[in-house]
């Protein structure tokens, strides 16, 4: 089973407490959004493993450690997850960019993938999928399915908040992808909304309400 870990840095919570109130207006919205993100890219990326090179100080020659493993993709979950990908830019510049967008049919309510536009590398990086909600976890495992349908191996999704049905779900769905979130909430309402959440984050992130 894949890696489920709450990042309950003291910094994190205090933001996303700023943006579950109700309150809280698009620009500070987005803003801290962005700072969340940028913490979750510091403990996402604690594993990520390390090799010798030489380097040549002011000083003289010594041997110390430089990234030695895969390179990264970031991929957002349209649309939502646009609003982490800068977040995560500021500490993984050289990452690259992949697009998933997904819609909900309205006669099966199940999400159909309309948009995939992945680096041509894909299947060789480390993926952090990222979407600030992880409800039902219908998105999740259909990005996950698109992803690894194109090859990719290396999955880890990234949420704000997540909620113990869309975990159990994703988890079933795809037991090899860890999954690292800001806050494990309650529940789902009857409208498919994470108690006590924060709303719909992509019209939050947008101001489309
Ligand atoms: N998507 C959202 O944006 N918010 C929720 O609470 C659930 C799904």
């Avoid at 041997?63 to 830019?89: C, F, N, Q, W």
């Amino acid at each position: 089973m894949g890696k489920f870990q709450v990042l309950d840095h003291p910094l994190i919570q205090h933001k996303l407490t700023i943006i579950r109130d109700k309150n809280c207006g698009t620009k500070v919205f987005r803003e801290v959004v962005n700072e969340i993100s940028e913490l979750m890219a510091y403990e996402v990326s604690r594993d990520m493993p390390l090799e010798d090179v030489k380097v040549e100080t002011p000083i003289g020659w010594t041997t110390k450690k430089t990234l030695s493993g895969k390179k990264v993709a970031i991929v957002p979950i349209l649309r939502a997850g646009l609003g982490m990908v800068d977040g995560m830019l500021e500490l993984i510049p050289a990452a690259k960019v992949g697009h998933i967008g997904m819609y909900r049919d309205e006669e099966t309510l199940k999400p159909v993938e309309y948009f995939v536009k992945l680096p041509s590398d894909i299947s060789e990086r480390q993926i952090f999928v990222v979407d600030p909600m992880l409800a039902t976890g219908g998105s999740a495992i259909m990005a996950m399915d698109a992803l690894k349908k194109r090859g990719a191996k290396d999955l880890r999704l990234v949420c704000l908040v997540a909620a113990p049905q869309g975990v159990k779900a994703l988890q079933e769905a795809h037991p090899d992808v860890d999954i690292y979130t800001a806050a494990l909430d309650e529940k789902l309402n009857e409208d498919g909304y994470i108690v006590p959440g924060l709303g719909d984050a992509g019209d939050r992130l947008f101001g489309t309400k």
